[in-house]
Structures are given as structure tokens and as C-alpha cells.
């Protein structure tokens, strides 16, 4: 039983007969100093796992990558958001007043060569959205945003909780379904007279639309005021909780499997949550003014609450995609390529045949939108601000003129990175596959074959003509398939995406 091994400091079987052996002796001193001395000098090779590490490695890479890729998208989707917001303050008005000239010359100059159409397809829905914005608008007045402020901040805190996250589901819900009802309105009010028309009529939809946008409008000014409650509370605790629900939704999501479209969807989403959250804090901002004569000091009170809810925003959109592309093996080159859908989006808007308005475009893609938030905006400011003598009405005039400028500048801009992003992903060609002989409704209808064209790449294709209300027969159902192109993808439809 004296007998040791001299085999350096590996082991092997009959090591362990001799330990025991040796502590029942009382001998364990050596083989113990061995056996540290095994701990202290073994060694190991990782390159013989290359594979994994290097793996690992990509993900952190990924993750240290996703904060930088993700803002790019959402800043780039942010402006496209503000495009579609302020088209309605200066170009919408513009453009219904045209509409409204061509009805008042139309018995002195007579019809056009275009055939019996008072007005253009365009025109139409650009009267329809006028008369929504001044029917909502007038409605509005009615509507006491004080006594709703003070209803609001007479709850208690944890009934405060409650309804916000109620009223931030009620707005998805409004918002998945508003768009169908302008959308159904549009082409209603279009429909070329020689198809059989199967819908119930111009003045059902318009009211449909009209009550959509005003309801939709409360729901916002309801949100409004109790951010605003959150705001003026002297212990900030709802606040806090109503930020802190910002970081359940990465509880809810991270843990779900997610492909390329969904994740593709559930981006669109966070831009306008994240547009809409800055107009909220802009019409708190404005209704504390108010309170406080617009004394500017007033404006550094309320920094550190914007701060942080901003700042929450950021952070939890960041935390939340990160993981997501971790646990489902997506890279941060994917949000290059919906920055180039959305680019796509815009340049296909801005042709002679596009079948949407851009403004339509963003809200079926992203459903944001534009027209109960405009109402709202519209409702606050008039409010808030007192416009009595010639000199006011010439500053407002003047603020015309800039929000006109600024809308026309940021157009510009818009379209010059869609083109170079367009051409960075390889699509530039996709832009003018388009069908060579449109429809006599002046291109509203995109053709059948162009929607079901084949595409070699997950995001090239020209389908972006595929629009959701626009009658094709009954081919109609075809959009609730499911859809494997970015270009495909309206709001919501991660919804009829199976997560599991």
C-alpha cells in the first residue's frame, strides 16, 4: 500500500481506491497537495469549441450593435411620422381649397376630357379628410378638458394605474380598426361608378368616420389628461408607477418567439408609441403654460418629468430589442432593412401612379394615425393660446409659413436618405415595377398580377400596392393570408402571426 504514482498531476481510476485507502491511514496529506496542485495547474483549449465561442461573441457583438441600428430606424420612422403630422396642418389645407376652386369653376370652364368626375380621387379624400378635421374639431368644444382634468385627479392612484393601461389598449384597438374605416370611406366615395357597388353608402361612412375620429380624439385627450395628473402630483408616485409599466411590456414580449416580420411590426409600433408619447408631454407641456401665465422658469419645473419619461421610452425600446434579436438569432442588420421598407414606402407615395397617399401609407404601416391627434393638438392650442388683434393673426400667419417651410424641408430630407437607403438595400428597380395601364379609377387599384409577383429577397418586392380596404373583388380576402413580405406587413398584423 506504500506504493505512489509518479505520473505527474493527472489522475486516473485507481487514484481513487488509493485516496480512500490512504485517509483510512491516515495518509492524506500528498495526495490532498496533488490534488490542489491538479486544481491550481490544469488546463483547457477553447478554440476546441471555436464554433460556439465565436457565436457567443456575435451575439454581444449584436446586442452592443442594436442600441445604434434601433435609433437609426426609429429617428428615420420619427421624421416620417412628423411629415405625416404636419401634412395635415399646411398642405391638406392647401389642398382642399384647390378642391374646393376646381367645384367653383367647374360651371364656367366646364368638364374636363376625363370623363364625368367632378373632382379627382385624390381630391375626394382630400375634401372627406377637411370635413372630418372641421365636424371634429366643432365637436370638440363641446368637450371640457378642465372638468376632465379635475375628474381624473380626483382617483386614486392605483384607479389612475388602471385606466391608463386601459386607455393604452383601448388606442391600439382604436387605431387597428380607425384606419379600415377611412380606408372603407375613401373608397366608397371613389368607386368607379361602372362597378356594382355593394357597400352602404357615402353618408353612412362619412358619419362612421366623423364619430371614429371624435371618439378617437377623446380617447387621446383623456390619455392627455392624466399624464398631466401624473405630472402636477406633489409625490410623482403615479408617475412613477405609470413609467415602471413601461418595463413590464419587456416581460411580456422578450420571452416570445419573434420572426422577421413580427419583430418588423412590432417596430413600426414602438415609433408611433414613441411619436404619440412626444405629443403628449408637448400638449402637457402647453396646458402648464397656461396655467402658469407661460412663465418660462415654469419650463424647468417640468424638465426632469420629460426627462425621465423620455428617457424610460429609450430605454426600454433598447432593452426590449435587444433581447429579442438575443433569443431569436437575429441580426442588427435587419433594422437596416426596414428602414429601407419604409423608404420604399415614401418613394413609392411620391410617384404619378401611386395607389396611396403617403399619409395613408404611414398609418396603414405603422397605425399612426394623423387626424384624431390633429384634432386634439388643434383643440389644445386654441385653447391655450388667446389670438386677439391684427398683430396675433400676423404671427400666426407667420407660424404658417414656418410649419410650411419646416414640412417641405423635412420632405426633402426625407426623400433624399430613402433614395440612398433604397439603393443601399438593391430595390431602386423594384420602384418601377409597376402595371403599365392603370385602372380607370386613376390608379387607386393596384393590379392583381403585381401583388402576387414573386420575389427572390424577404423585403424586395413591389407589393407595397397591396392596401387594405381597396376593393380587388374577391380577390379581397387574399390580405388575410399570411404575409412573408416586409412590404406586405400593414399594422396589426402581427396579430395574425402566430408567436409562440
Known amino acids: 500500500m506504500g506504493h505512489t504514482h509518479s505520473h505527474g498531476s493527472s489522475f486516473d481510476p485507481a487514484d481513487c481506491e ?10 492524506i496529506y500528498p495526495s490532498l497537495t496533488r490534488f490542489i496542485g491538479a486544481e491550481l ?3 483547457y483549449f477553447l478554440e476546441h469549441n471555436e464554433a460556439k465561442y465565436t457565436e457567443r461573441r456575435e451575439r454581444v457583438y449584436t446586442c452592443m450593435r442594436i442600441p445604434k441600428e434601433l435609433e437609426k430606424l426609429m429617428i428615420f420612422g420619427f421624421f416620417l411620422c412628423v411629415d405625416a403630422f404636419l401634412y395635415v396642418f399646411t398642405l391638406l389645407p392647401l389642398r382642399v381649397l384647390l378642391a374646393v376652386l376646381r367645384l367653383l369653376t367647374l360651371p364656367c370652364c366646364g368638364f374636363r376630357s376625363d370623363g364625368s368626375r367632378l373632382l379627382q380621387p385624390a381630391q375626394v379624400c382630400d375634401m372627406l379628410k377637411g370635413l372630418i378635421l372641421v365636424l371634429c374639431f366643432s365637436m370638440m ?15 386614486s392612484v392605483i384607479k389612475l394605474y388602471l385606466i391608463y393601461n386601459m386607455l393604452e389598449v383601448a388606442d391600439r384597438l382604436f387605431s387597428s380598426f380607425g384606419q379600415d374605416i377611412l380606408d372603407a370611406l375613401y373608397w366608397t366615395a371613389t368607386e368607379p361608378k361602372e362597378r356594382k357597388r355593394d357597400s352602404i353608402g357615402v353618408i353612412p361612412h362619412f358619419i362612421m368616420a366623423v364619430f371614429y375620429v371624435f371618439l378617437h380624439a377623446i380617447l387621446i385627450m383623456v390619455q392627455a389628461s392624466t399624464l398631466n395628473v401624473a405630472f402636477n402630483s406633489h409625490n410623482k408616485s403615479l408617475l412613477t408607477i405609470m413609467m415602471s409599466n413601461n ?3 419587456i416581460k411580456g414580449s422578450v420571452f416570445k418567439k419573434f420572426e422577421k416580420n413580427n419583430l418588423f411590426q412590432m417596430s413600426n409600433s414602438d415609433i408611433k408609441e414613441r411619436f404619440t408619447s412626444y405629443v403628449l408631454l408637448l400638449i402637457v407641456c402647453l396646458r402648464n403654460m397656461e396655467q402658469f401665465a407661460w412663465n418660462p422658469e415654469h419650463l424647468w419645473v417640468l424638465f426632469p418629468d420629460v426627462f425621465m419619461v423620455v428617457t424610460s421610452e429609450v430605454a426600454v425600446d433598447i432593452i426590449k430589442h435587444a433581447f429579442i434579436t438575443k433569443f431569436n438569432d437575429i441580426t442588427a442588420d435587419v433594422y437596416s432593412e426596414y428602414r429601407a421598407s419604409l423608404a420604399f414606402d415614401l418613394l ?6 401611386a395607389c396611396t397617399d403617403y399619409s395613408d401609407s404611414v398609418a396603414r404601416r405603422m397605425g399612426f394615425i394623423p387626424l384624431p391627434l390633429a384634432v386634439l393638438l388643434i383643440r389644445v392650442v386654441m385653447s391655450s393660446v388667446k389670438v386677439q388683434g391684427a398683430l ?14 419646416l414640412k417641405v424641408l423635412n420632405s426633402i430630407v426625407l426623400l433624399g436618405k430613402s433614395c440612398v437607403y433604397v439603393k443601399r438595400a438593391n430595390m431602386e428597380d423594384k420602384l418601377f415595377e409597376r402595371p403599365s395601364a392603370t385602372p380607370s379609377s386613376s390608379g387607386k387599384t393596384p393590379s392583381k398580377a403585381d401583388q402576387d409577383r414573386p420575389t427572390p429577397s424577404v423585403i424586395f418586392s413591389p407589393a407595397l400596392s397591396t392596401v387594405e380596404g381597396e376593393a380587388q373583388g374577391a380577390s379581397e380576402l387574399k390580405h388575410r393570408t399570411p404575409k412573408k413580405d416586409l412590404l406586405e406587413i400593414d399594422r396589426f398584423t402581427i396579430c395574425g402571426n402566430r408567436i409562440d
Open 18 to 27: 488509493l485516496i480512500q485507502s490512504r485517509t483510512s491511514k491516515g495518509y
Open 41 to 43: 495547474t490544469r488546463g
Open 141 to 155: 368644444h363641446y368637450v371640457d378638458y378642465s372638468m376632465m382634468y379635475h375628474l381624473i385627479r380626483g382617483q
Open 247 to 249: 418595463f413590464v411590456e
Open 348 to 353: 413609392s407615395s411620391r410617384q404619378k401612379n
Open 392 to 405: 396675433s393673426y400676423t404671427c400666426v400667419f407667420l407660424f404658417y409659413l414656418g410649419l410650411v417651410s
